[in-house]
């Protein structure tokens, strides 16, 4: 099965991409819930010390005792030909005009693709999140929509975010992550540049 496309895509924007600063700080203070965050957003905060991760939005697909792995949501590699997308997973489809985005997941596995997607068609997903979210690999969403079941809504990730077991929730006590609610407008609409900061207006407080 054909990646290079997408690895390509993804590990140029990695490189390329300019890590930006909030200028001002969030009010009010932040701790971090308990539990698992599986099925949340992680939301950086301002001044993040890892610049991979600056503004970064990530969609918590798994969090256990184990580790977590996560999708970044808000960060967009490079717009393609969704016919080109087919091509690279060497499916045959109809000729197809629109494009679509390619996302930047994460700096792990760039040769890996995933797509966040609404659930009106039964898929083999990877990752049931409820609340209409789910995450299922790449190629099998692409075959399904050549079969007339294309999900209302998808998100095209190449790469992950991962941690090791109890890296995360190091991280969230160091202050590094707010989490806040997974909702569509943030997940699936395309204004980039407003997630981080939407994001962050709904982050969860203990009171």
């Known amino acids: ?7 390509a895509m993804v590990l140029l924007f990695a490189v390329t991409a ?24 992680l939301v950086a905060r301002p001044g993040m010390p890892d610049v991979r991760f600056r503004q970064s939005v990530i969609l ?4 256990s005792e184990k580790g977590a792995f996560g999708l970044i949501v808000n960060r967009v590699a490079q717009r393609i030909p969704l ?10 489809a ?4 629109s494009q679509v985005n390619i996302h930047y997941g994460g700096p792990v596995s760039p040769d890996t693709g995933f797509v966040l997607h609404t659930k009106e068609h039964k898929l083999n997903v990877i990752h049931d999140l409820g609340k209409n979210i789910a995450v299922s690999p790449v190629d099998e969403v692409l075959r399904a929509m050549v ?10 990730v190449v790469g992950y975010a991962g941690w090791g077991a109890g890296q995360l929730e ?4 160091r202050g590094d992550w707010y ?29």
């Open 1 to 7: 099965m054909k990646r290079t496309l997408l690895a």
């Open 18 to 41: 300019s890590a930006r600063e909030q200028d001002k700080n969030p009010e009010g203070p932040y701790l971090p819930l308990l539990g698992s965050h599986q099925g949340e957003l």
């Open 60 to 63: 918590l697909v798994d969090h």
């Open 83 to 92: 016919s080109a997308l087919f091509r690279s997973f060497g499916i045959r």
């Open 94 to 97: 109809p000729r197809e005009m």
């Open 147 to 156: 079969r007339g079941k294309r999900p209302k809504k998808i998100v095209i």
């Open 170 to 173: 190091s991280e969230m006590r």
């Open 179 to 207: 989490t806040a609610p997974a909702e569509p407008d943030i997940l699936f609409d395309d204004d980039q540049e407003s997630k981080w900061s939407r994001a962050m207006k709904r982050r969860f407080r203990l009171m």
